[in-house]
């Protein structure tokens, strides 16, 4: 049976070091160029492929050569994706409207509770003051665009 660790092998550094092997395979290393895709079918070790010119760090990589984005494109790009995560987020909370959710207190109020719902809506309850980490029952009365309200049932 094949072992690729010699038996010389330096046991208080861990696995597989041997004495001098280290400056070697260094060696090896600093002087092979490798693909992404080391033996991978139709990837030669040190092949030019696309995927080899996708990943490495050369100014040859494609990567390289494109343009940067321009920072008021990335600015309107950032909005729209707030804007549609926030439009779903209301839809989501407004299909619960009317419904019973079971949830947990998360910070207890005066007149209430901030309440996590088991789907992960976040509710400000009105009704009596739970305990902190309490389970209650909640009911959805309002999905507003920012929050919702509900009432601990």
Known sequence: MFSPIPPSRDRSRGPGYA????????GRALNTRTS???????????????????????????AERRLAVDSSIKARRAARLRAIGSRKDHEFRTRFQGRELDGI???????????????????TGA???PARGEAVRVRIIEAGDRRTRGEII
């Open 19 to 26: 004495r001098g092997s280290g400056s070697a395979v260094l």
């Open 36 to 62: 992404a895709a080391a033996g991978a079918p139709g990837f030669a070790w040190g092949s030019d492929s696309a995927l080899d010119q996708a990943f490495n760090t050369w100014s040859s990589a494609p």
């Open 105 to 123: 207190v998360i910070q207890p109020a005066a007149a209430g509770a901030e309440i996590l719902t088991s789907n992960g809506i976040a509710v």
């Open 127 to 129: 009704g009596c003051a």
